[in-house]
């Protein structure tokens, strides 16, 4: 039986010559792998330029094996992402984030609030004029909130990060911030993504920051490894 859902392209890799594996997070369905065959030729009928990280698609396909590759019938744009694909500093945060967002969402299930959570920022992002630099910080800590690490503001001379809460003890584990790094990390903390252009950091705060969040990350998600795409961002906003 043929369902509709729209997913989100988390990450996409060779399957042959001519065809691709897809991961994608959909909305009715969680995360599942798609096999687009003849992707890569120049007739196809579901093309690979399609398939950016990121970006909203709307699929028709039978949903019933989550666990074997599904062969979508159609695939189109939901909506089309322009500012987000011609503009370098953009196009460089939803590398970052999809790599994320693939380590982080593991299982076939549904997560209605996290898939709008990521659309809605996504169109955000698409739309914004402003400064897009700090995006991904606040991206990053409104997301641990859907995958159930999100600090507890509060005040404290040390951020425990096992723990994920503030203190003026220091904790018993080595992983925790203080001093500056705990303090920007407080800093983005009570920011919003839809406030995140106003944050005044420099590059190498927002380096700081970045660093202790992929570190948070880590702590929390097993077997997130390490993340590549950061080198990217660290660039391009210097």
């Known amino acids: ?12 890799s060779n399957y042959s010559e001519t065809s691709l594996v897809v991961q994608v997070f959909t909305q009715q369905y969680g995360k599942v792998g798609l096999l687009i065959q003849g992707a890569k030729k120049r007739k196809a009928k579901i ?23 599904i062969r979508p019938r159609e695939v189109k744009l939901h909506i089309p992402f322009i500012s987000i694909q011609s503009n370098i500093s953009k196009r460089s945060v939803v590398l970052f984030l999809s790599e994320i967002l693939h380590k982080c969402i593991r299982e076939p299930h549904p ?12 169109y955000s992002l698409e739309q914004s004029d402003s400064n897009t630099a700090n995006f991904h910080l606040a991206f990053l800590l409104e997301l641990s909130k859907h995958l159930g690490f999100h600090p507890q503001k509060s005040n404290g001379e040390y951020f425990d990060m096992v723990e ?11 992983l925790y911030l203080q001093g500056e790094e705990k303090d920007l990390f407080l800093q983005v903390l009570g920011t919003k993504i839809e406030e995140c252009s106003q944050l005044s950091i420099s590059s190498e705060q927002r380096k700081t920051v970045l660093s202790a969040l992929i570190r948070y990350y880590q702590t929390h998600v097993s077997g997130l490894g390490e993340v590549k795409s950061h080198t990217i961002l660290e660039s391009v906003f210097n």
């Open 1 to 12: 039986m043929l369902n509709t859902t729209k997913a989100i392209v988390l990450h996409k």
């Open 47 to 69: 093309k690979t330029a399609l398939f950016e990280p990121l970006s909203v698609l709307e699929l028709v396909a039978n949903f019933s094996d989550l666990d074997k590759l």
């Open 111 to 122: 997560d209605q609030a996290m898939f709008h959570f990521v659309e809605k920022s996504l």
């Open 164 to 174: 994920g809460v503030f203190s003026n003890s220091v904790p018993n584990t080595n």
